[in-house]
């Protein structure tokens, strides 16, 4: 893959974690929710200024550094621990739908799982595999 298309496709990911999420999530529905504990709201805004900063990061490394691994690597850990804690939600009491049971989907599938797995399968292709040759 070329390093154009390995840098686009880390951008597109970075895009939908440090800049889409906190855009759809700074509202009375997530941020500012008059149902949440204000110990809910900082964790909640932690994440969202946690994530935007890796993303920072992330294009500094991409753009600035033409260093795609580290970017890739960090960008799955953000994409990937999304899908688990997505996977785990029974688990924990969890869910993606709102109060009202509405759910945001695309397709039948929630635009979170949607979006964040597209940009994880993606993330993973970007990452050379060396393979050790015997000698």
Known sequence: MNNHKTRSIITF???LYAIVVPFMEINATYVFNPNWTPHVRIHEVWQLITNSGIGLFSIWLVWGKNET???AILSLLVTGRFL????????????MKYLDGSEKQ???INIGVLGF???FILLLITIPIKKKLKQ
């Open 106 to 108: 695309l397709l039948g």
């Open 13 to 15: 990911s970075i895009l």
């Open 117 to 119: 797995g597209i940009a």
């Open 69 to 71: 691994k580290i970017s």
């Open 84 to 95: 688990v804690a997505f996977m785990l939600q029974e688990f924990y009491g969890g869910s």
